[in-house]
């Protein structure tokens, strides 16, 4: 007999007859080939007569398109085309980028190539596609476009001024979106408080910097009237739709292909106009063509996120209690909204879960999200949950030091607790169940917070500002059709997986959800191994083609394990149960009195082996003469799985961080930080634990570090790696990580997401560390990133 899963004292009971993999820190077996230099990136694929295109991208935030000079280019060696928006427009059709459930969302068609104007710098204009990248970007410094500079839009905050132009007039003002959110009674509750703190939070627009830039090859065959396109994508059935609408094609004239993926945080689940206009120039030649953004121009015409302004109060009485929250959210996303998830989200995200964690039920929010002359912004690790969990936190932290409460027993009083679910946010979400006083607990433990405080007082005699901050989180996961469906987007909730059982006894399991480094490979492994009854080195996963994975929506949301994982399991075990009907045929036994055991047929009575997997197989595709008569051997299925019980699967958890700050240079030390993650059932403890600790990293770089700079007109000032600061390992603290169960009940997996509450709740920790470091002084920061600048001003030293 197995033993049920243990994990940080909790019993959870096994998910299969015979679980040895799921639950277990086991390394990822399909890691073997990357490390050896094995992979298969979009940039390692060489095709025949494949050319390479290269753009030339607006060098101003706005502008009007004069004429473009290309009589040079084109008589360049090895250049094969040079086309501009009007040529390409031809090609491709136009977008607007708008959810039907976002009521009032606007947004100005979009084009591959830029027409008449150019809106923020970076947008693609003019495309150059050469025999080699050598010859296209030699081409390409010859390349003239005459163009007149237009005002550019920069400030979010007079974006809907009246004396403010408009970047699309047609739209009648610069407002993609705006929600009113009012429950309970706000007034009534800020009237009668004991205690009102506000703060005003900035947060700096940022971009994810992933190891394998933004790249695809796109492969027209003309005689075959097909499609292929190899891609850098978390979602390939999603692009495979994209390219039929664009292109007035079908599912069946078009192949998306994602190999190795390196790296994706939310970057690539988008379509870019680059995109588009590749795959526009591929049936334009009628030979494939290659793109591969180049670091620099990643930085203006990739995605970029988290630009926030949000105006904050917080009412409690003087028990201790939260009355009330109110915010007003102002966000800039760009001139176009992102294709096709929109750019309204994140900001939508942001009024649904600001207090979250807590049990008021009286909440006000305002969001505004406004039109700018920027690279344009969209959903990235977290999409507002690390905006929502600092604007909560920073006040929950506020309140408690005007109350004089200790930070941590004021979370402890105020959060939901943990027998009162299933029950309904003060926002509206639905919370199936969570583990907030749980987890609470066990950071208390981990940090052995009493001794904490004692050191930090002692130091502070000593003239050493040390701080320790805390953010309670809730991040949600495995969404369910009313996220993109009910708003019109064609982006599947669902997923399938196929699993076969090979003629040598292995394994296969095809699915839709793909590898990006996070390790989803090595779950499904994990999950078929268990499911079906076979060692885990006798599993082989194959993702990302729309060729042969079932259709699925993809890796996003943190879905992988609990929507692609249950969908993995569903499959495996109904293979298994074929796998046992087949026997039975075989033996002339019934199969209820066998069993299966590391790929062999057993007598449940006795544990006898009676049939390997190989003799399984054997006769299951050689000699069906053998079996009876009309009997099936169906050693490949497919099962599909939907979460449908919630809108969303909400996970939860706490960090706590502890930072020393110096008041003379401003200068923060990272001294160490500390995460308890409820994730659901954990299928992997150090799978997990490590997409948790790098999900920490990337939520500091937005604390600390990462911020995308404008001058005035529009233009970045630091779009580059030596200007652009992303985290190194020598500047982050040790991590550690706990874990919780409590699995969802909408799954037999029980498991929910993981990836992405890290982020969510290190920007918070890390500013309520800081603040409590500057306590002393009676001073705060609460404009991310957390510079030394920002330190100095508030200490009165600059």
């Not at 998910?15 to 890691?31: C, F, L």
């Not at 988290?306 to 760009?334: M, Q, S």
């Not at 920027?374 to 600092?390: D, E, I, L, W």
């Amino acid at each position: 007999m197995n033993k049920p899963h243990e994990l940080e004292g909790l019993l959870l009971d096994p998910v299969t007859n015979d679980q040895r993999y799921i639950g277990a820190s086991e390394p990822r077996n399909s890691m073997r080939r990357l490390l050896e230099g094995e992979g298969t990136y979009v940039d390692d694929i060489q095709l025949p007569r494949m050319a390479h295109v290269v753009y030339w991208r607006s060098p101003v935030a706005h502008m009007k398109i004069g004429k473009i000079h290309a009589d040079v280019v084109r008589k360049m060696p090895g250049v094969l085309a040079v086309v501009d928006g009007s040529q390409m427009a031809k090609l491709c059709k136009p977008w607007v980028a708008t959810l039907g459930h976002l009521v009032g969302m606007k947004s100005a068609p979009q084009h591959a190539l830029a027409v008449e104007r150019a809106c923020w710098q970076g947008e693609p204009v003019v495309a150059v596609v050469a025999q080699t990248r050598a010859q296209a970007e030699d081409a390409l410094q010859h390349l003239e476009v005459e163009w007149d500079e237009l005002p550019a839009v920069v400030s979010m905050e007079t974006a809907l001024d009246a004396s403010t132009p408009l970047i699309h007039p047609e739209l009648g003002d610069n407002l993609c979106f705006t929600r009113s959110l009012d429950v309970g009674q706000v007034d009534e509750q800020f009237a009668q408080a004991d205690v009102i703190v506000e703060a005003t939070f900035g947060f700096g627009r940022h971009t994810g910097v992933t190891l394998e830039p933004r790249c695809q090859i796109a492969d027209y065959n003309a005689g075959e009237h097909r499609l292929t396109v190899y891609h850098s994508q978390q979602a390939p059935h999603m692009m495979q739709d994209l390219y039929c609408r664009q292109f007035d094609l079908s599912e069946s004239d078009v192949r998306v292909i994602c190999k190795d993926v390196g790296g994706s945080f939310g970057i690539k689940v988008h379509a870019y106009p680059d995109d588009f206009a590749t795959v526009a120039l591929a049936i334009l030649l009628k030979r494939p063509v290659k793109f591969v953004a180049d670091r620099l121009e990643s930085f203006t015409s990739d995605i970029h996120a988290r630009e926030h302004r949000v105006k904050g109060r917080l009412a409690a009485n003087k028990n201790g209690n939260i009355l009330a929250f109110e915010i007003d959210d102002l966000t800039g996303i760009g001139p176009y909204s992102m294709f096709p998830r929109t750019s309204a989200i994140e900001g939508n995200q942001v009024v649904n879960l600001v207090g979250g964690p807590y049990k008021h039920q009286h909440y006000r929010a305002k969001l505004d999200v406004v039109f700018q002359n920027k690279t344009p912004t969209c959903q990235y690790r977290g999409v507002g949950h690390p905006v929502a969990c600092a604007v909560t936190e920073g006040l929950v932290d506020l309140a408690a030091r005007k109350l004089g409460m200790d930070p941590l027993a004021f979370r402890k009083q105020n959060v939901i607790p943990d027998d009162a679910y299933p029950c309904t946010g003060a926002s509206g979400i639905k919370l199936e169940v969570l583990s907030h006083e749980q987890c609470l607990r066990t950071i208390e433990k981990m940090m052995d917070y009493p001794a904490l405080r004692k050191e930090q007082a002692e130091l502070r005699k000593q003239g050493v500002y040390r701080g320790i901050g805390f953010a309670t989180l809730i991040e949600l996961t495995n969404p369910s059709p009313a996220f993109y469906g009910v708003g019109g987007a064609r982006i599947a909730s669902q997923d399938g997986a196929t699993a076969r059982l090979d003629p040598s006894g292995v394994v296969s399991v095809l699915i839709g959800v793909g590898e990006q480094g996070q390790g989803t490979e090595a779950i499904f492994a994990q999950i078929a191994a268990d499911g079906v009854g076979v060692s885990i080195d006798q599993v082989r996963i194959i993702t990302g083609d729309t060729d042969v994975t079932p259709y699925g929506g993809g890796t996003w949301a943190s879905r992988g394990a609990g929507v692609g994982g249950e969908a993995v399991l569903l499959a495996a075990q109904a293979l298994q149960a074929n796998i046992l009907k087949l026997a039975g045929a075989i033996l002339n036994r019934n199969p209820d009195e066998l069993l299966v055991r590391q790929s062999f047929v057993l007598d449940k009575a006795s544990g006898e082996q009676l049939l390997p997997f190989s003799e399984i197989g054997r006769v299951g595709y050689f000699r069906t003469d053998t079996l009876p008569a009309g009997f099936s051997a169906d050693l490949m299925v497919t099962r599909h799985y939907t979460q449908t019980q919630y809108p969303f699967i909400f996970t939860n958890g706490v960090q706590a961080s502890y930072v020393e700050v110096d008041p003379d240079t401003g200068f923060v030390k990272l001294l160490k930080h500390w995460a308890v993650e409820d994730c659901g059932r954990v299928l992997n403890p150090m799978l997990v634990t490590e997409q948790v600790r790098g999900a920490i990293v990337q939520g500091i770089g937005g604390a600390l570090f990462e911020e995308c700079l404008y001058d005035d007109s529009g233009l970045l000032r630091n779009g580059n790696m030596a200007d652009y600061l992303v985290p190194m390992a020598n500047e982050m603290p040790d991590i550690e990580v706990a874990h919780i169960e409590t699995p969802t009940q909408s799954s037999k997996l029980g498991a929910k997401g993981a990836g992405e509450a890290g982020t969510a709740g290190a920007p918070g920790a890390v500013m309520n560390a800081i603040n409590d470091a500057l306590s002393p002084f009676e001073t705060a920061v609460f404009d991310q990133p957390f510079t030394s600048e920002k330190i100095l001003k508030a200490l009165n030293k600059i």
